[in-house]
């Protein structure tokens, strides 16, 4: 039988990465103007991106960040999206935020209600 802290264990971590996935969506929609990428080129660009910045060459991803804003400067912006891309990203963030509170009280329930002798 599922308990309210069993619900509460699944929907913390489950709540938390669903707004993960919205914050992300939601962010690749806000920047769509400065890339022509499609979502597939654009994480293979940001993980460049990563990549060069922790091996210490932050020169090389702001070099590619000019031509790739030059690129997505042919592109017009659609405001529409962006503006929807914002609405996901706050959604996304209140998910994370109750799978956060998920989060403590699942710990505090085992804190404070489960006690067991030392």
């Known amino acids: 039988m599922m308990t309210l802290r069993h619900s509460i264990q699944i929907l913390g971590p489950a709540l938390t990465l ?3 996935v919205y914050s992300i969506v939601g962010t690749y929609f806000l ?17 460049h991106a990563v990549w060069n ?6 020169a090389e991803v702001f070099r590619l960040a000019k031509v790739t804003t030059m690129t997505g400067s042919v592109t017009a912006e659609d ?6 891309g ?8 209140f998910l994370q935020f109750v799978g956060a509170v998920m989060w403590g009280v699942d710990v ?4 404070f209600f489960e006690h067991s002798a030392p």
């Open 79 to 84: 405001k529409a999206r962006s503006l929807v």
């Open 53 to 58: 910045i922790s091996t210490f060459r932050p």
């Open 18 to 20: 669903i707004g993960l």
């Open 86 to 93: 914002i609405y996901l990203i706050f959604f996304g963030f």
């Open 31 to 47: 920047t769509r103007l400065y890339h022509a990428y499609r979502i597939g080129a654009f994480c293979a660009a940001v993980l």
């Open 108 to 111: 505090s329930w085992a804190a």
